[in-house]
């Protein structure tokens, strides 16, 4: 299983918070359900792998995505942050992988998509299980391989650490 932790976030516990101090941004909240999330955060944040945030929507798993990546060693490279439920159905594939020049009408450059945007840093994929199939086999492919072919072009390696997020039920 390429998703090798996950964090399930529930809304009867205290809703996540943005509380905006001198420089950072911090979830807080009293509840012991919000205390054992922080303390996964902790933990899987020095870790490199793969993450799965589950909850409804609303109870903060952005946040949550945000705090894995500050307390990470990636905190240095970008964020990059994706809904996947906008992007367009047809166009997914060159949005995460990018393109080559005249891949499709209008591609009159050469485009990163958000894995390349993300390179040694984090790229998270909220509501992920709103991709299709067909997306969803290549994302494997870079979680298991961390390469990518983007939209007609020559394949990529890229060093990022994907925190996918779902409200769907596992």
Known sequence: ?????????????DRVKIHSG?????MVGQSPQLKKVLDSVSRLAPRNNTVLITGESGVGKELVALGLHRLSSRNKGPL??????????TLADAELFG????????????????????D??????DEV????PDVQAKLLRVLETGKFRPVRGK?????VRVVAATNRDQ
């Open 1 to 13: 299983n390429a998703l090798k932790r996950r964090l399930v976030l529930k809304s009867d516990l």
């Open 22 to 26: 001198n420089t950072h941004e911090e």
């Open 80 to 89: 990059v942050c994706v809904n996947c439920a906008t992007l367009n159905n």
């Open 99 to 118: 393109h080559a020049q005249g891949a499709y009408t209008g591609a009159d450059q050469s485009g990163m998509g958000y894995f390349q945007q993300a």
């Open 120 to 125: 040694d840093g984090t790229l998270f994929l």
């Open 129 to 132: 299980g709103e991709l299709t």
């Open 155 to 159: 394949e990529i390696s890229v060093d």
